[in-house]
């Protein structure tokens, strides 16, 4: 994790990173859709057994399979609430 912070890779789906955001590297399109789904309370689904690439290219292709992977690479909610509470 640390190799793919000093190289300013996003920990979710390979694009550039954006600096870290939510406790991992991250790109500003994966940071926003992880404040996105959090805030909205989504639920998303697979249509493909939550087998689906998430690269820079195939990232929006699942939504479900996107926010899965969020969560693998240790992307927080918590850090979410936390930002709207020091407002």
Partial sequence: ???LMTEGICS???D???GKHYGV???YGCKG???RTIRAK???SCRFEQRCLIDKDQRNAC???RFQRCLEVGME???LFSFYLLW
């Fill in 33 to 35: 859709f992880f404040r």
């Fill in 25 to 27: 590297a991250a790109c």
């Fill in 16 to 18: 550039k990173s954006a």
């Fill in 1 to 3: 994790m640390d190799l």
């Fill in 77 to 79: 909610p918590e850090g």
């Fill in 63 to 65: 939504r479900a399979c």
């Fill in 42 to 44: 989504q639920t998303y």
């Fill in 12 to 14: 979710v789906c390979g």
